[in-house]
């Protein structure tokens, strides 16, 4: 499954909201009912850190100003106001169909 | 604390081997399949290959750039796992991270750098 993001570098503002979008080539809608579409944060010269699980459930110490949305194959980061701390990489994976696939990433800077 | 941390990354030859370990501890290691992720700037993130827990088998499954070539094994008493790289290409360049699951993802180590080179 080919995990396509937009767009891959995003100059965002701070205290402005920003919005990652993440498509998938089939549905990520598991026979078992549940969608596997996780976002990852990746901070310069850090490894990856899951932010959202399921779509829209935020990890334990994820800020709420992060929130996941989508279905079937159009999914959505948003980041309700940028701080200066958000300037990472984000991918979008999907874990419904084998093997796991990443999006490209999109990379997140201030303006 | 759960943490993860890889090691036994370097510099190694076409043709050659190397094997990398991701040591456990915060958590029942054993109750965990393991996935090993590499990333590259040409790649990406991508996904090697994953080891079931026990309670599944302790079987292995690998993408196909690596099948053949690649062996993951577990340590569940020692709480390790294991990537030994065999016949090793240029391609295989890549920072190697170690993540709890078989896709959930939610803890990784620090990565460990393997350089393929002549």
């Known amino acids: 499954v080919v995990m396509t993001q937009s767009p891959l570098s995003l100059p965002a503002t701070l205290g402005q909201p920003a919005s990652i979008s993440c498509r998938s080539s089939q549905s990520l809608v598991h026979s078992d009912g549940n969608t596997y579409l996780n976002w990852f944060q990746q901070r310069p010269g850090q490894s990856p850190r899951r932010l959202i699980y399921?779509?829209?459930k935020r990890d334990s110490g994820v800020p709420d100003r992060f929130s996941g949305s989508g279905s079937g194959t159009d999914f959505t980061l948003k980041i309700s106001r940028v701080e200066a701390d958000d300037v990472a990489t984000y991918y979008c994976m999907q874990g419904t169909h084998w093997p796991v696939t990443f999006g490209q990433g999109t990379k997140v800077e201030i303006k | 604390e759960v943490q993860l941390v890889e090691s036994g990354g370097g510099l190694g030859q076409p043709g050659r081997s190397l094997r990398l370990s991701c040591t456990a501890s915060?958590?029942?290691?054993?109750?965990?399949?393991m996935t090993w992720v590499r990333q590259s700037p040409e790649r990406g993130l991508e996904w090697v290959g994953l080891i079931r827990s026990k309670t599944y088998g302790g079987t292995p499954e690998y993408a196909a750039s690596v099948k053949g070539r690649f062996t993951i094994s577990r340590d569940d008493s020692n709480s390790i796992a294991y990537l030994q790289m065999n016949s090793l290409k240029t391609d295989d360049t890549a920072v190697y991270y170690c993540t709890r699951g078989g896709g959930a993802f939610d803890v990784w180590g620090q990565g460990t750098k393997v350089t393929v080179s002549s």
């Open positions: 915060g958590f029942n290691f054993g109750d965990y399949a």
């Open positions: 399921k779509v829209s």
